[in-house]
T-cell receptor
Framework: DGGITQSPKYLFRKEGQNVTLSCEQNLNHDAMYWYRQDPGQGLRLIYYSQIVNDFQKGDIAEGYSVSREKKESFPLTVTSAQKNPTAFYLC???????????????FGQGTRLTVV | GQQVMQIPQYQHVQEGEDFTTYCNSSTTLSNIQWYKQRPGGHPVFLIQ?????EVKKQKRLTFQFGEAKKNSSLHITATQTTDVGTYFC????????????FGAGTILRVKS
């Protein structure tokens, strides 16, 4: 089945540790995104990538890093520099092609990160 | 950067009542999309509007795109408990990469 997969579903991190969240898609989408969602809040863009080996900071990139070495993979690292990392992290992808770029976005199931 | 403002932030309705959420942008949008996120779930695409003044319906849901392509609305007729969740609008930002920008979302609660 085609789709976008995030892992793990739940993640616990000790303060001061870096942690990497996985996001893989087999939809052949060019564009991929990472969003952060806090309880009762909307989606805030962390990083996005339109093509392999290229990515751009979103609105809240501080304390996060990404890579896009393969079209199907866009891992997010939450570094120790992120002061309040406990949140729900959502990865998404879209075709990102054509005049109306960013047609329907497909989301993964999300990763709930908790700092303990 | 471009922002999409969405109101209301929260709405609690009695089952059977109607519900509307609105999105507004200061700039012209190439298209607008609507998503629904069930409690504990992830956003799921509902629809995309592209044309000025476009109106689309999905059963009890009616989506509109303004004539100036700067605003949009989602209206639910006769809400049901299955409509509970957060409704987001989203639009491509007219800058590098046309990144997808989401509104803050409207949380809908339905009382039976």
């Amino acid at each position: 089945d085609g789709g976008i997969t995030q892992s793990p579903k739940y993640l616990f991190r000790k303060e001061g540790q870096n942690v990497t969240l996985s996001c893989e898609q087999n939809l052949n989408h060019d564009a991929m995104y990472w969003y952060r969602q806090d309880p009762g809040q909307g989606l805030r863009l962390i990083y996005y990538s339109q093509i392999v080996n290229d990515f751009q900071k979103g609105d809240i990139a501080e304390g996060y890093s990404v890579s896009r070495e393969k079209k199907e993979s866009f891992p997010l690292t939450v570094t120790s520099a992120q002061k309040n990392p406990t949140a729900f992290y959502l990865c998404a992808s879209s075709t990102g092609q054509g005049r109306y770029m960013n047609t329907e976005a497909f989301f993964g199931q999300g990763t709930r990160l908790t700092v303990v | 950067g471009q922002q999409v403002m969405q109101i209301p932030q929260y709405q609690h309705v009695q089952e059977g009542e109607d519900f509307t959420t609105y999105c507004n942008s200061s700039t012209t949008l190439s298209n607008i999309q609507w998503y629904k996120q069930r409690p504990g779930g992830h956003p799921v695409f509902l629809i995309q509007l592209v044309k000025s003044g476009e109106v689309k319906k999905q059963k009890r849901l009616t989506f509109q795109f303004g004539e100036a392509k700067k605003n949009s609305s989602l209206h639910i007729t006769a809400t049901q408990t299955t409509d509970v969740g957060t409704y987001f609008c989203a639009a491509p930002a007219m800058e590098y990469g046309n990144k997808l920008v989401f509104g803050a979302g409207t949380i809908l609660r339905v009382k039976s």
